[in-house]
Nanobody, 129 residues
Framework: QVQLVESGGGSVQAGGSLRLSCAPSGYMYSTYCMGWFRQAVGKEREGVAAVEGDGSTSYGDSVKGRFTVSQDNDKNTLFLQMNSLKPEDTAMYYC???????????????????????WGQGTLVTVSS
């Protein structure tokens, strides 16, 4: 089964930027799509962004206009460029892969994380004011 390895997290001041990467190791079925989620302390895991089956991108409302998700041409490594970071962006960020993420708008659903079958170990992003 494919494993997902995130990197790029760290500490930054409000207004700063970070770029996260998620590299799959092992074989990933072509029917899978990838996305980013985050979980702050005491909160549910929420969808951040995903690259959908037709190549379009989808974003959670709280990050739209500030974050950009992209994927390399081989549909392998997934990136998340985070600009204009806010303290409320502080969270553990997880990469996920699942066919459900190919569906239009899936990552924006309140229960988006619930049934996804492949997760990375997470990378911590801390934004200070």
């Amino acid at each position: 089964q494919v494993q997902l390895v995130e990197s790029g997290g760290g500490s930054v001041q409000a207004g700063g930027s970070l770029r996260l990467s998620c590299a799959p190791s092992g074989y990933m079925y072509s029917t899978y799509c990838m996305g980013w989620f985050r979980q702050a302390v005491g909160k549910e895991r929420e969808g951040v962004a995903a690259v959908e089956g037709d190549g379009s991108t989808s974003y959670g409302d709280s990050v739209k206009g500030r974050f950009t998700v992209s994927q390399d041409n081989d549909k392998n490594t997934l990136f998340l460029q985070m600009n204009s970071l806010k303290p409320e962006d502080t969270a553990m960020y997880y990469c996920a892969a699942d066919p459900l993420l190919c569906l239009e708008g899936w990552v924006r659903r309140e229960d988006a994380a619930k049934d996804l079958d492949t997760w990375g170990q997470g990378t911590l992003v801390t934004v200070s004011s």
